[in-house]
């Protein structure tokens, strides 16, 4: 059971006792009445649905990241700040003429997100920027009074949503506003030249605009408000106060700050790779921005965009992924494509996502993921073994059964232990052609040995998250690849000459195992492995500032059993040198 709200533990009870009723598919799938928006209690659609549909959609989306002729890469939404076209406030303002979506669909847009198998919609009701997307009295730099279109699509667009049972809600830039005075990184002074604060911003703009989000489009599943800074507590109670009134089923996102929010947001576009507790979600993009970019043509693949929500699902958590519809309204096809196709997938397979908890091993396997329903494991296979079986590492309740899963359909999949390890046999072609699902029924409630196995068939990686470090430091380090598009590892660094990063790792053919590092570094670098009381190995590789992966050399382990295997930095700068990864492999 996730560790969320208290009201996501009884509603699941009372779910498992009618799932035994109505039959899982029609419980957990499209013909589910308790996860419709209109039946959910609050955080239901959070803690249950795991899946949601982020929308970033602005005067923004207009330029999609081109000013003047002159393409700028990164976050379309970020295009006025500095730090990319740097467009002077009156400028940006003047968008707003030619602002003319005639090709917005809220019907559509409801639609995709029901098709992807989503729950609710998040939409940009005020970015940064500070124009509104929806018709506010409080500030006439909205859509509906400040451009051609003059028409407000949260109506329409919450109208779709109640219409095809999902939630519906708004993202709130609450603290930067970059056209209205006072706002954070906004004018200093007014229309008069007279200095504005803070204070000026939130009681003339922000706080009136978070009663009308609030009040004026019927039920709202989450207000999210973003990027805190160094807003002070007294305005953040305010606005959470405001939406406790008008919504009180609502939940506050996380990064409204001071740990007034009800669960907490991850990093941007970080999907985490141990299991976290409590109430938590990762916010996700199709491509690389979240609003539209025109160049930007990197879309997460339909597999990727699975992999990545069995992930969250898999570490307790909900998955909000994005899209950047044009600034026409139209929504990119390949972005909507992968959704469709991942979402004919999920209507196959819903109980691999809704209402499913964390998985046991708190870890992705090497073949794919688990998430779990009472004592059924659904074990998600992204990589289909060769060799016609698959290996499950320390499970330790014992099995009532296990089936090859064919949407609704079956097949009894035969099994055996050894070593601690469960052996499954499979069909040598997998029966889907995106990740194939195995249900494992246990005797009782699942209980694992959550060890690393190294898997004898395909290549294990174990990330640095899981070392145990001694004499370097193991941190997360967080990085823009372009501005705006954060990417984040955990990686061993600042090594001592003596300093080792320890991996347990459980092994279930002895052999032979070519072993790899993954590290970023500056030129030339020798790392030691040794097998901690057996073989030591030790070899130069090349090193980048881009995090690669070297082969360093074969290694033993001798019979079955558990190992220690230790990482040591013995050549090179020992203050660049940065380890992601070690991975093995069968040599064979
Ligand atoms: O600055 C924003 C960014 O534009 C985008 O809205 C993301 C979405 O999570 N939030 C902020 C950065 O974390």
Redesign the pocket.
């Known amino acids: 059971m996730k560790n969320k709200l208290t009201i996501g533990i009884l509603s699941a009870l009372i779910l498992q006792g009618m799932a035994a009723e109505q039959g899982m598919n029609e419980m957990w799938g499209e013909s589910t009445v308790k996860l419709r928006a209109e039946n959910a209690a609050r955080g239901q659609l959070f803690d249950e649905g795991n899946y949601a549909m ?1 929308i ?1 959609w602005g005067l923004y989306s207009q330029l999609g990241n081109k000013v003047d002729g002159k393409t700028y890469y990164g ?1 379309g ?2 295009i006025m700040n500095p730090r990319m076209a740097g467009i002077p406030v009156e400028e940006y303002k003047n968008l707003a003429k030619t602002f003319n979506p005639k090709k917005f669909d809220a019907k559509a847009i409801a639609k995709l997100a029901k098709d992807a198998g989503m729950k609710y919609i998040i939409i ?1 009701s005020k ?2 920027e500070g124009f509104a997307m929806y018709h506010s009295k409080a500030c006439d730099f909205n859509v509906v009074d400040a451009t051609p279109w003059a028409k407000d699509p949260m109506h329409e667009l919450a109208e779709a949503c109640r219409a095809e049972g999902l939630g519906f809600g708004f ?1 709130y ?1 609450h603290n ?1 506003d970059w056209t209205f005075p006072g706002g954070n990184r906004g004018p200093t002074t007014d229309e008069k030249g007279n200095p504005a604060t803070f204070d000026d911003y939130f009681v003339k703009k922000c706080l009136p605009q978070v009663e009308e989000i609030t009040s004026n489009y019927g039920p709202i599943e989450i207000v999210w408000f ?2 805190p800074g160094n807003m002070p507590k007294k305005y953040v109670q305010q606005l959470v106060d405001v939406v406790r009134k008008n919504q009180p089923n609502a939940l506050v996102s996380g ?1 409204a700050g001071h740990g007034l929010g009800d669960y907490q ?1 991850l ?2 576009m970080e999907v985490p790779h141990k299991n976290v507790d409590g109430m938590w979600e990762s ?1 996700d993009t199709t491509n690389d921005s ?2 539209y970019a025109w160049y930007d043509e990197y879309w997460k693949t339909p597999k990727e965009i699975l992999r990545r929500l069995i992930a969250c699902v898999g570490r307790g958590g909900t998955y909000m992924l ?1 899209i950047g519809p044009r600034g026409d309204g139209s929504v990119p096809e390949r972005a909507a494509r992968s959704l469709e196709e991942s979402g004919a997938w999920i209507r196959r397979y819903p109980q691999v996502v809704y209402a499913a908890d964390a998985s046991p091993w708190e870890h992705a396997l090497p073949w794919g993921d688990v998430t779990v329903k009472g004592n059924r494991l659904y074990l998600s296979v992204f990589e289909w073994p060769a060799g016609g079986k698959l290996y499950l590492p320390g499970l330790k309740t014992k099995i009532a059964s296990a089936k090859l899963l064919l949407g609704e359909k079956s097949s009894a999949v035969p099994y055996e232990s050894a070593h601690g390890w469960t052996i499954l046999g499979l069909p040598p072609v997998a029966p889907e052609k995106l990740v194939s699902v195995i249900e494992i029924e246990l005797a009782g409630e699942p209980e694992v040995v959550p060890t690393f196995g190294v898997d004898p068939d395909i290549g294990t990686e174990i990330l640095a998250d899981f070392a145990s470090v001694a004499g370097a430091e193991l941190s997360q380090k967080r990085w823009m690849e372009k501005f ?1 598009e954060w990417k984040s590892v955990h990686h061993v660094h600042d090594w001592t000459a003596d300093a080792k990063a320890t991996f347990e790792v459980s092994v279930l053919e002895p052999g032979d195992y070519i072993v790899s590092l993954t590290y970023a570094g500056e030129g030339r670098l020798v790392w030691g492995v040794d097998v901690v009381g057996g073989e030591h190995i030790q070899n130069q590789q090349n090193s980048s500032h881009n995090y690669q992966e070297f082969p360093i050399g074969w290694i033993n382990f001798p019979e079955p059993g558990t190992y220690a295997v230790a990482v040591s930095f013995l050549e090179g700068d020992p203050a660049l040198a940065s380890l992601k990864s070690i991975h093995f492999a069968p040599a064979r």
């Open positions: 982020f970033h976050i939404e970020w940009t970015h940064h993202y830039s930067q973003d990027t990064r947001s990093g941007d916010v979240w609003a994005n705006g």
